[in-house]
């Protein structure tokens, strides 16, 4: 068991992961595990026999103390977002950590050639599939007397666009603006509001941008060590094992051999 003042901070908390069946959300869930064991995970995403998987190896590597809830959620499905809190047994309802992490890219097309499909799926995903979870679990905190953590996985590409991927840099650029209204909106309470912004990080996301050539996807790492999942999950951890009183507003994160999002988005025209 972990005596880490981190540990006690997040000891007995309710922490809800968006897009929790992949890549940085199945890492951030593993982290708060093994950071701080004794706390209720809510993983969600679209892929439920993905999230039971992941449910049972942390039941099972924390030896039963993380009790984990697997639920499937499509964010970008309002209805779906509108049930959610319902759809969670009442003792799992009061949530104190909400992890925005869903999000998706598609395509690398330029503007006049984007496909309607690939710019609805993207901002009803990344944009309002994340103000539409905030808006459900804001009243939570409130109702505690204005306490818990919004916590949005942004990205470099909101600061810094680049060509061919004007919607996604555009859905990121929107989260980092929301972001920033929460955070005046609710500066009289004791809720966090926080952002991190991974530069190149190899996932699944890539291959989902190149519609599943994995060639493609390759290509983008090829000769640079690009962040991990883990290393993306150390820091969402660390933000909300903070003292209530601190507030990582905005964390930028960059792999060693990056200085801006030219490098990871050089060989996108492939």
């Not at 840099?169 to 603006?177: F, I, P, T």
Request: with cysteine.
């Amino acid at each position: 068991m972990s005596h880490t003042a981190m540990a006690a901070r997040l000891g007995g908390k309710t922490i809800l992961i968006t897009g929790a069946s992949s890549g940085i959300g199945r890492s951030i869930a593993i982290e708060f595990s093994r950071t701080s064991p004794d706390i209720k995970l809510i993983l969600a995403a679209r892929r439920e026999e993905t999230l039971k998987e992941l449910a049972q190896s942390i039941k099972a590597e924390s030896g039963g103390q993380t009790k984990v809830l697997p639920v499937r959620l499509d964010v970008s499905s309002p209805s779906n977002v509108n049930g959610f809190i319902n759809r969670l047994p009442e003792d799992w309802r009061d949530i104190d950590v909400l992890v925005n992490n869903a999000g998706l890219v598609k395509g690398v097309d330029k503007v006049g050639e984007i496909a309607e499909e690939d710019i609805n799926i993207m901002m009803s995903t990344n944009v309002t599939g994340l103000i539409n979870m905030t808006q459900k679990i804001l009243p939570i905190f409130h109702a505690r007397g204005g306490r818990g953590d919004v916590i949005n996985v942004g990205s470099v590409a909101g600061r810094e666009p680049y060509a061919g991927g004007s919607i996604y840099c555009a859905s990121k650029a929107a989260v980092r603006s929301f972001t920033e209204s929460l955070r005046r909106e609710l500066i009289a309470t004791r809720i966090r509001v926080i952002e991190v912004d991974p530069g190149q990080v190899e996932t699944e996301f890539s291959l989902v941008r190149f519609g599943g050539d994995k060639s493609k996807a390759d290509a983008i790492y090829a000769g640079c060590e690009p962040l991990t999942p883990e290393d993306i999950a150390e820091i969402v951890v660390f933000a909300a094992g903070r003292r209530e009183n601190v507030v990582l507003a905005d964390t930028l994160v960059y792999p060693s051999h990056q200085a801006g999002v030219s490098a990871m988005h050089r060989r996108t025209d492939m």
